[in-house]
């Protein structure tokens, strides 16, 4: 269930793999035409080099960016000190649990 299974090449295509003969030189591989005549040994085409750059920064888009960052660092500023609020009104809870804690053993301790 858990072997590979490696698929078998039924009919081989022609194309030749190169072979190492010794560490660092290859052997020569064969560049002609395959057999059928198929153009699979041209390389592909390559893309024009662009003229003009992809990103193109005009007034509205800079100020859409300095917007959109402001309004991000003003969020997280925002769920950071929410966070911090929370932390430190726990906080203060637990002391003043403490404090009674604190209290109600001692007045238990006296009254014995």
């Known amino acids: 269930m858990f072997t590979p299974r490696v698929p078998l090449n039924q009919q ?4 030749i793999i190169p072979t190492v003969s010794t560490p660092g030189t290859v ?9 059928c005549g198929c153009p699979h040994h041209t390389p592909a085409p390559t ?3 662009a003229s003009r750059p992809t990103v193109q920064l005009t007034p ?17 500023g925002a769920v ?11 906080a203060g809870s637990l002391a003043i649990v403490a404090i009674v804690v ?6 238990e301790i006296k009254h014995r």
Not at 12 to 15: F, I, Y
Not at 27 to 35: D, H, I, L, Y
């Open 80 to 90: 950071l000190v929410s966070m911090l609020l929370a932390v430190a009104i726990t």
């Open 27 to 35: 052997a020569p591989q064969n560049t002609a035409q395959a057999p």
């Open 102 to 107: 604190r209290s109600l053993i001692n007045s």
């Open 12 to 15: 081989p295509t022609g194309e």
């Open 60 to 76: 509205g888009s800079i100020a859409l960016l300095v917007g959109g960052g402001t309004a991000a660092v003003l969020v997280i």
């Open 47 to 49: 893309a024009p080099a």
